[in-house]
């Protein structure tokens, strides 16, 4: 039965492009996932298998990478006006370009400055906390006479886009991880915090205000490490939600380490001034932990999913 080529197009889907402005002190992110389709005068690739008309996806992939760069991303709008624009003029063979463009919001986080040292506040202007926020969590568990409260949330999407090394860590024969002396830091903050309140004789907390305390803690204490490694940034996390509130006696954290990794432009012809960066989603390190009140017992369960 003869056949027909119908519709078709090409290319690569959802690359993940993180670009940094450093405007001094003070940065800005834009981070995009961002997705080109190409079509055109395709029919012998599909007929016969030629390339001759077939720009590499990879190439699709490259052209994105490099545009962050050369263009800069004022809007996701304007940014796939430019790769459109772009696919279509220099290929002779491709007639039509369709770009998706996903973009994740980031908020500065707020460094309350009126209430912290100006060397804390340098701290914020390059820490942010993705907008669409994190979902709370609560199980409450209760036998007739005693309680057990754990909050928590999950998903909270942090970033530092600098202060954050990652060095000195053992090698061997299959060791290829570079050294890096100033990294983005990046995790989604799964928490979970047990409150020492048990009984009715005790005054129970204010479960509203402890909570948005404790997120504000973990965000500052994310905001103000300059981190050598995210062990080091969850435990100071942990310690600060500690410290400074009295109704917690034990928080478990699960975070994930979203490896942000330089892309090489050199091929073409640009230089990559920790401007650039492939936001990878996985594999992924995944650092987990508890802290502890000094003299309480673990009673949060290793494997968060299970809350």
């Given at each position: 039965?003869?056949?027909?080529?119908?519709?078709?197009?090409?290319?690569?889907?959802?690359?993940?492009?993180?670009?940094?402005?450093?405007?001094?002190?003070?940065?800005?992110?834009?981070?995009?996932?961002?997705?080109?389709?190409l079509s055109g005068d395709l029919d012998d690739v599909h007929h016969c298998g030629s390339n001759a008309n077939v720009l590499p996806t990879d190439t699709t992939k490259n052209t994105v990478f490099a545009f962050a760069k050369e263009h800069g991303i004022d809007s996701a709008e304007q940014f796939g006006i430019h790769l459109a624009r772009h696919f279509v003029t220099s290929q002779p063979a491709i007639h039509r370009a369709r770009i998706r463009i996903e973009e994740y919001a980031?908020?500065?986080?707020?460094?309350?400055?009126?209430?912290?040292?100006?060397?804390d506040a340098d701290a914020f202007k390059h820490s942010f906390v993705r907008k669409g926020q994190e979902t709370r969590l609560s199980q409450i568990g209760y036998d007739g006479e005693r309680w057990q409260v754990i909050s928590g949330l999950k998903d909270l999407t942090v970033l530092n886009s600098t202060d954050s090394e990652f060095w000195g860590y053992v090698k061997d024969g299959y060791t290829t991880l570079k050294e890096a002396y100033d990294r983005i830091l990046?995790?989604?903050?799964?928490?979970?915090?047990?409150?020492?309140?048990?009984?009715?004789e005790q005054p129970a907390p204010d479960w509203e205000g402890s909570y948005e305390q404790v997120?504000?803690?973990?965000?500052?204490?994310?905001?103000?490490?300059?981190?050598?490694s995210l062990q080091q940034t969850l435990y100071r996390m942990g310690t600060r939600v500690i410290d400074r509130r009295g109704e917690i006696d034990?928080?478990?954290?699960?975070?994930?380490?979203?490896?942000?990794?330089?892309?090489?432009?050199?091929?073409?012809?640009?230089?990559?001034?920790?401007?650039?960066?492939?936001?990878?989603?996985?594999?992924?390190?995944?650092?987990?932990?508890?802290?502890?009140r000094d003299g309480a017992e673990p009673q949060i369960p290793v494997d968060l999913t299970n809350l």
């Open positions: 039965m003869p056949t027909i080529l119908g519709q078709n197009q090409y290319g690569k889907a959802e690359n993940r492009v993180v670009r940094i402005v450093r405007d001094g002190e003070t940065h800005h992110i834009k981070d995009l996932n961002v997705s080109v389709s980031w908020e500065r986080i707020d460094s309350d400055a009126a209430n912290s040292r100006a060397t990046a995790t989604d903050v799964s928490a979970r915090w047990r409150f020492n309140w048990t009984d009715d997120r504000r803690h973990l965000l500052h204490a994310f905001a103000e490490t300059y981190s050598l034990e928080i478990r954290f699960s975070l994930p380490n979203n490896h942000h990794f330089l892309v090489d432009l050199a091929p073409f012809g640009l230089k990559n001034d920790n401007e650039v960066y492939f936001a990878a989603d996985r594999p992924y390190g995944l650092i987990e932990a508890t802290v502890l």
